[in-house]
């Protein structure tokens, strides 16, 4: 049974638009969400965090919120450029187990 | 500054042979991990190691063994491939600090027949 999960398999925004990414977990007690980005033939790399103790982190024109409450976090990439289109993964990790739990990933296609 | 770096790329076995995948990263990281990327799931963790000379189990760890004798160095061995083991690997590194998010190879792409 998945702990994370993102719904939407694909995406296709165009350029200069917002790109919404989705994610539902069902652990309360994770402590930390991350987003990674991954492009055809390489392996996902680190893209933005946020902490269990905060609702929004910004980081140029990514910025992640998190809703506690519904369990639920989100990736917002504004203006959305065509370098933008790759699978991008939301991760958990729970302290206690010292464990990170991964979604299956959204594709994500920005175009021109 | 390689980082993370698994070989081989690509690999097509038959189905009972055995192979090796090798995991080499060059940031000095306490930790390493051992994935595998499926069509609609996750990536979910085989093994992982915490420092040399240890490992312990992962998610899915059937039908893997892995071995970690030098720091830089995590190898995950399949004794007798199956094809349920297609998938692609993706080794890992973690200086600690998890906030921060690991290190990721840039995967084998293992075929069993």
């Known amino acids: 049974d998945q702990q994370v999960k993102q719904n939407s398999p694909s995406l296709s925004v165009q350029e200069g638009r917002i790109s919404i990414l989705n994610c539902d977990y069902t652990?309360?007690?994770?402590?930390?969400f991350l987003w990674y980005k991954k492009y055809p033939a390489e392996g996902p790399t680190f893209l933005i965090s946020?902490?269990?103790?905060?609702d929004k982190n910004e980081d140029g024109r990514f910025t992640v919120f998190l809703n506690k409450s519904a369990k639920h976090l989100s990736l917002h990439i504004v203006p959305s450029q065509p370098g933008d289109s790759a699978v991008y993964f939301c991760?958990?990790?729970?302290?206690?187990?010292?464990?990170?739990?991964f979604g299956s990933g959204t594709k994500l296609n920005v175009k021109p | 500054n390689a980082g993370v770096t698994q070989t081989p790329k690509f690999r097509v076995l038959k189905t009972g042979q055995s192979m090796t995948l090798l995991c080499a990263q060059d940031m000095n990281h306490e930790y390493m991990y051992w994935y595998r990327q499926d069509p609609g799931m996750g990536l979910r963790l085989i093994h992982y190691?915490?420092?040399?000379?240890?490992?312990a189990k992962g998610e899915v760890p059937d039908g893997y063994n892995v071995s970690r004798l030098k720091k830089q160095n995590f190898l995950l061995g399949l004794e007798s491939a199956a094809p349920s083991q297609t998938s692609v690997y993706f080794c890992?590194?973690?200086?600690?600090?998890?906030?921060?998010?690991?290190?990721f190879g840039s995967g084998t792409r293992l075929t069993v027949v």
């Open positions: 946020i902490s269990s103790i905060k």
């Open positions: 890992a590194s973690d200086g600690g600090r998890a906030f921060y998010g690991y290190t």
């Open positions: 190691s915490v420092g040399e000379g240890t490992t």
């Open positions: 991760a958990s990790y729970d302290y206690n187990f010292n464990k990170f739990y």
């Open positions: 652990n309360s007690m994770f402590d930390y």
